[in-house]
């Protein structure tokens, strides 16, 4: 499988797949493809790592099976990133970041944080996808994308929802900031810090909460 983006403000991914590969992509956004190539739906299911109910999330994918080429939009202005992992090696990524991935890539949902803002009666959770080798992926981002590659005992300081990847195993802790006296009343934010050594992406968007996850 090869991938590529094309545009600059609104961009596309290009996927070109050879007979017998297998893309998947997130619903509804594959905007062209080739007539030899079989679009189809397929239902995820994997457990709830929030450890609540329901006890088993839903994810649902278009396949792309090739041989062919296919577009596919978020309609996001921001950048795609076309990255690949070796056999043995993963990645987190931050579960809206990612946009196709090779069918034959290990996939699964982890929960990085959970956290409760004041005021609110639901907990909040930053959930990541765990995707694993050997294969090739790409995300999309809100803006552009920054990396940072943390060695022992350096730390990055960020939004939860400005996260798009991070090397699996790196510290990892959040906070929550605000209030009186330093913050405006009923002002209140979650901050993550990230520490080394590993390599850890932010974009300077930010992906919409989305609801508790129990």
Request: hydrophobic share 45%; glycine share 12%; charged share 15%.
């Amino acid at each position: 499988m090869k991938l590529d983006h094309v545009g600059d403000v609104s961009p596309a991914l290009l996927i070109q797949l050879a007979a017998g590969e297998r893309a998947l992509v997130p619903v509804d956004q594959v905007r062209y493809r080739d007539p030899s190539v079989h679009v189809d739906r397929v239902k995820l299911s994997f457990p709830n790592p929030a450890g609540g109910w329901p006890l088993s999330l839903t994810r649902y994918f278009e396949t792309l099976d090739g041989p062919g080429t296919a577009t596919v939009s978020t309609g996001m202005v921001g950048e795609i990133r076309v990255m690949s992992l070796a056999a043995g090696e993963s990645i987190l990524l931050h579960h809206a970041a990612l946009l196709a991935h090779l069918a034959s890539m290990g996939l699964g949902i982890v929960s990085l944080a959970a956290y409760q803002l004041p005021g609110e009666q639901n907990q909040r959770y930053l959930e990541a996808v765990h995707l694993g080798g050997p294969g090739s992926f790409a995300i999309q981002t809100f803006g552009n994308a920054l990396s940072f590659d943390l060695k022992p005992g350096e730390w990055l300081r960020a939004a939860p929802h400005a996260l798009l990847a991070l090397t699996p195993g790196m510290g990892f802790r959040l906070n929550v900031w605000g209030g009186m006296p330093q913050f405006p009343p009923n002002h209140f934010f979650p901050l993550l810090d990230i520490g080394g050594p590993g390599k850890v992406m932010v974009h300077s968007g930010e992906f919409v909460y989305e609801g508790p996850r129990e």
